[in-house]
């Protein structure tokens, strides 16, 4: 009886180490998390734009002739009244020399007529002549004095045709390329002016905003008119082509009458200090606007996901399973995005290692380092 007995304990014992044993649950996974806040945010928006001189001068001519001179170079800097140009004066000469001939005949003519006069006067008086004879003289020398204003006013357009075969600087600036050299014949009718000149010591730059950007900007500034609106408006920057910043800041002064129909945006102008001359017309770059947000929630990019044109978060839920929620982006500060909604403050998301993270998924939520909230 014994063996038998002993031989079912090793039978039921060996049945018992032959049974495996059930796998401990997998404990969730730790994942950093940051909570929601909202604050008085700035963010910047960037646009296309033109720079223009605040003075732009075609320099034409207003008299026909050769090109006798040429005093500048091109890109060098001229006061206003500072000869540029010499036309051929020869000819504008001899016009004022023949205007004044003219003149000078006219003048003797009234010389002529008030002699007549004064002799028909005492005869007429005696009536050795008839009055007729008196008049008809009177009568030409009233014509004599308009000849004279005549001539005159011929003498003074001479005179400043003669004037303008010296063509002056008309502002302080840059001369531009010169398009004719010396000798060639120029015209008021050419097509090409003879250059430009740019008063660069202060620029205006010119962008655009679409019709949406520009009901935001104007929403964002006190005032009860356009006008109050500019007075309120903070200053902009300017980014070069190179992506550096102008070190000037500049002004927004002025915003067109109406939208361009072709394109449905507003030109603005912004004027900047430029008494280095390191900006000239024609440069490009990008107007930096910056727009306050009042109690925006802040969100980092890192937490976000991008599925089907929409922007995704990871909330943490009750019994810490993640729920994931559409958020509503309205700009960006630094490495976060300003959110309109999709989550409130105080809410706790996932801020990295969600890339195959599931709906409904426990985790083990850990304080992310403070650093990956801030700006």
Same mark, same amino acid.
């Given at each position: 009886?014994?063996?038998?007995?002993?031989?079912?304990?090793?039978?039921?014992?060996?049945?018992?180490?032959?049974?495996?044993?059930?796998?401990? #649950?997998?404990?969730?996974?730790?994942?950093?998390?940051?909570?929601?806040?909202?604050?008085?945010?700035?963010?910047?928006?960037?646009?296309?734009?033109?720079?223009?001189?605040?003075?732009?001068?075609?320099?034409?001519?207003?008299?026909?002739?050769?090109?006798?001179?040429?005093?500048?170079?091109?890109?060098?800097?001229?006061?206003?009244?500072?000869?540029?140009?010499?036309?051929? =004066?020869?000819?504008?000469? #001899?016009?004022?020399?023949?205007?004044?001939?003219?003149? !000078?005949?006219?003048?003797?003519?009234?010389?002529?007529?008030?002699?007549?006069?004064?002799?028909?006067?005492?005869?007429?008086?005696?009536?050795?002549?008839?009055?007729?004879?008196?008049?008809?003289?009177?009568?030409?020398?009233?014509?004599?004095?308009?000849?004279v204003e005549q001539a005159k006013a011929n003498v003074a357009t001479a005179q400043i045709n003669l004037g303008y075969?010296?063509?002056?600087?008309?502002?302080?600036?840059?001369?531009?390329?010169?398009?004719?050299?010396?000798?060639?014949?120029?015209?008021?009718?050419?097509?090409?002016?003879?250059?430009?000149?740019?008063?660069? !010591?202060?620029? /205006?730059?010119?962008?655009?905003?679409?019709?949406? =950007?520009?009901?935001?900007?104007?929403?964002?500034?006190?005032?009860?008119?356009?006008?109050?609106?500019?007075? /309120?408006?903070?200053?902009?920057?300017?980014?070069?082509? =190179?992506?550096?910043?102008?070190?000037?800041?500049g002004k927004i002064d002025m915003i067109d009458g109406q939208f361009d129909k072709n394109t449905g945006a507003i030109?603005?102008?912004?004027?900047?200090?430029?008494?280095?001359?390191?900006?000239?017309?024609?440069?490009?770059?990008?107007?930096?606007?910056?727009?306050?947000?009042?109690?925006?929630?802040?969100?980092p990019q890192s937490a976000t996901m991008e599925m089907q044109d929409k922007v995704f978060v990871f909330a943490v839920?009750?019994?810490?399973?993640?729920?994931?929620?559409?958020?509503?982006?309205?700009?960006?500060?630094?490495?976060?995005?300003?959110?309109?909604?999709?989550?409130?403050?105080?809410?706790?998301?996932?801020?990295?290692?969600?890339? !195959?993270?599931?709906?409904?998924?426990?985790? !083990?939520?850990?304080?992310?380092?403070?650093?990956?909230?801030?700006?």
């Amino acid at each position: 009886m014994k063996s038998i007995y002993f031989a079912l304990i090793a039978i039921s014992l060996y049945g018992c180490a032959s049974k495996p044993q059930a796998p401990a #649950a997998t404990p969730p996974p730790s994942l950093p998390v940051v909570s929601i806040v909202a604050g008085n945010q700035t963010t910047y928006q960037e646009y296309p734009a033109s720079v223009e001189g605040a003075v732009n001068v075609e320099v034409r001519p207003q008299v026909s002739g050769s090109l006798d001179k040429v005093f500048i170079d091109e890109g060098a800097f001229v006061k206003a009244g500072e000869p540029l140009f010499k036309i051929n =004066d020869q000819p504008y000469r #001899a016009q004022l020399n023949n205007a004044l001939a003219a003149q !000078h005949s006219a003048e003797g003519a009234v010389l002529n007529a008030q002699l007549e006069i004064d002799k028909l006067t005492p005869l007429v008086q005696n009536k050795v002549v008839s009055d007729y004879q008196l008049k008809t003289a009177r009568a030409t020398y009233q014509i004599a004095k308009a000849n004279v204003e005549q001539a005159k006013a011929n003498v003074a357009t001479a005179q400043i045709n003669l004037g303008y075969t010296t063509i002056k600087a008309p502002v302080n600036g840059y001369i531009g390329r010169l398009l004719k050299k010396q000798g060639s014949l120029v015209a008021p009718t050419d097509v090409e002016a003879l250059t430009q000149l740019s008063d660069v !010591h202060n620029v /205006h730059v010119y962008f655009s905003l679409s019709e949406q =950007d520009f009901i935001n900007f104007k929403e964002q500034y006190p005032g009860g008119t356009l006008g109050d609106k500019l007075k /309120h408006l903070p200053s902009v920057s300017l980014l070069l082509t =190179d992506n550096s910043e102008y070190s000037q800041q500049g002004k927004i002064d002025m915003i067109d009458g109406q939208f361009d129909k072709n394109t449905g945006a507003i030109t603005l102008r912004a004027s900047f200090p430029n008494a280095q001359g390191l900006l000239r017309s024609g440069n490009t770059g990008k107007v930096r606007l910056s727009l306050q947000h009042n109690n925006a929630l802040v969100v980092p990019q890192s937490a976000t996901m991008e599925m089907q044109d929409k922007v995704f978060v990871f909330a943490v839920a009750d019994s810490n399973k993640v729920k994931k929620l559409p958020i509503t982006i309205i700009g960006k500060s630094g490495t976060n995005y300003l959110v309109k909604d999709g989550v409130k403050p105080g809410d706790q998301i996932v801020v990295s290692g969600f890339d !195959h993270l599931q709906e409904g998924t426990v985790i !083990h939520p850990e304080p992310a380092p403070a650093k990956v909230a801030k700006n």
